[in-house]
C-alpha cells in the first residue's frame, strides 16, 4: 500500500485552506485519510508562524515507515527541519518553444532582409542624384 503525505483542500470558494494528511495514495485528494498532522493557510502572510502548522515527530514517524511527502508538503518538511529537500533545477524552463523559436527566427531574417532593401535604397538614390545634376550640366554646356 502505497502511502503519501499531501494537501486535502478544504475552506469555501476563493478561501482555501488545507489539512496536511497521511494518506492512502489511491483515495481520493478530500477524502478518507489516515491521519492528520498538520494544517496550511495560505491566506495568511509567508511570515507569520500560524500559515503552517506542522506536528514533526508524525511526520517524521510516517516518513520513516515509507510515506512519501507531495512537492508541496515537501517544502514544508524541508522548512521545519524533518526532511532535506535537494534544490531541483530546470535550465530548459525559461527557453522558448520550438515554434516560437521559428518564428523568431522568421521574423529576424525579415529584418535582416529589409535592412538590406533599406541600405540598398539609400545607396541607389544617391547615384540616380547625381545622374540628372550631371544631365543639367550637360545641358547648360550646350
Do not use: C
Request: no cysteine; net charge positive; charged share 35%.
Amino acid at each position: 500500500m502505497a502511502i503519501n503525505i499531501r494537501l486535502a483542500r478544504g475552506g469555501s470558494k476563493k478561501r482555501p485552506y488545507y489539512k496536511i494528511v497521511v494518506a492512502d495514495a489511491r483515495s481520493p485528494r478530500d477524502g478518507r485519510f489516515i491521519e492528520k498532522i498538520g494544517n496550511y493557510n495560505p491566506l495568511l502572510a509567508k511570515d507569520n508562524e500560524q500559515r503552517v502548522q506542522l506536528d514533526a515527530d508524525r511526520a517524521k514517524h510516517w516518513l520513516s515507515v515509507g510515506a512519501q511527502p507531495t512537492d508541496r508538503v515537501a517544502r514544508f518538511l524541508d522548512q521545519a527541519g524533518v526532511l532535506e529537500r535537494s534544490a531541483r533545477n530546470n535550465p530548459n524552463k525559461g527557453k522558448p518553444g520550438e515554434k516560437a523559436t521559428e518564428r523568431a527566427e522568421e521574423r529576424a531574417t525579415k529584418a535582416a532582409e529589409a535592412a538590406e532593401a533599406e541600405a540598398a535604397a539609400k545607396a541607389a538614390p544617391a547615384v540616380e542624384a547625381e545622374a540628372p545634376a550631371a544631365a543639367e550640366t550637360e545641358e547648360a554646356a550646350s
